[in-house]
Antibody, heavy 123, light 107 residues
Framework: QFTLKESGPTLVRPTQTLTLTCTFT??????????VGWIRQPPGKALEWLAL???????RNSPSLRDNINITWDTSTNQVVLTMTDVDPGDTATYFC???????????????WGPGLLVTVSS | DIQMTQSPSSLSASLGDRVTITCRTS??????VAWLQQTPGQAPRPLIY???NLHRGVPSRFSGSGSGTDFTLTISSLQPEDFTTYFC?????????FGGGTRVDIK
């Protein structure tokens, strides 16, 4: 049974750096064909993929946010951390992390999701 | 980026109705489409992958079809818990992209 849970601040000021943590159980990123991704959803809007980290410590980021986001894996705590710099009110969203199963080369399914964390960016 | 055009954006239906939601992609992606269901305030629930394969535990009233650029999600007989929102998603290439969503309301 895979579980994931997002944690971090629920209110961030514009221009600050947002750091979100995904704590997961039931799997390891040391195993081939496994990854953890981040997806967000502004209130009332569609889902937007942000980043993916997978075994071999490889990662992919959304081109629209590439300069502002970073995804890392803390092997000692089984956590994946998403860092987003210089946030603005447009980054207000529910942030989800999800277990990703690799189905083909560079193709991943998000098959288990965390409950999400609503982050508001406001002064 | 691969664009996902999902339609309709909303629909009204009755219990027991058959409904179909479509997703068109901006380029051919074989069958690399997933469908997710999302109830307000909750995480998305994966329903279908590879266009037509049901995830474990998903009721058989859900089905998916399509390949190339046109994909459909069909619910054969709407149940009370099905009145919620659905998204398509492509995983053919990065960046992963999602459709705009379809809200299914009770008529």
């Amino acid at each position: 049974q895979f579980t994931l849970k997002e944690s971090g601040p629920t209110l961030v000021r514009p221009t600050q750096t947002l750091t979100l943590t995904c704590t997961f159980t039931g799997f390891s990123l040391n195993i081939p064909a496994v990854g953890v991704g981040w997806i967000r959803q502004p209130p009332g809007k569609a889902l937007e993929w942000l980043a993916l980290l997978y075994w071999h410590d490889d990662e992919r980021n959304s081109p629209s946010l590439r300069d502002n986001i970073n995804i890392t894996w803390d092997t000692s705590t089984n956590q994946v951390v998403l860092t987003m710099t210089d946030v603005d009110p447009g980054d207000t969203a529910t942030y989800f992390c999800a277990h990703a199963s690799q189905v083909k080369v560079r193709k991943f399914l998000f098959d288990y999701w965390g409950p999400g964390l609503l982050v508001t960016v406001s002064s | 980026d691969i664009q996902m055009t999902q339609s309709p954006s909303s629909l009204s239906a009755s219990l027991g109705d058959r409904v179909t939601i479509t997703c068109r992609t901006s380029q051919k992606i074989f069958n690399e489409v997933a469908w997710l269901q999302q109830t307000p305030g909750q995480a998305p629930r994966p329903l279908i992958y590879s266009a037509s394969n049901l995830h474990r535990g998903v009721p058989s009233r859900f089905s998916g079809s399509g390949s190339g650029t046109d994909f459909t999600l069909t619910i054969s007989s709407l149940q009370p818990e099905d009145f919620t929102t659905y998204f398509c998603q492509q995983y053919n290439s990065f960046p992963v992209t999602f459709g705009g969503g379809t809200r299914v309301d009770i008529k």
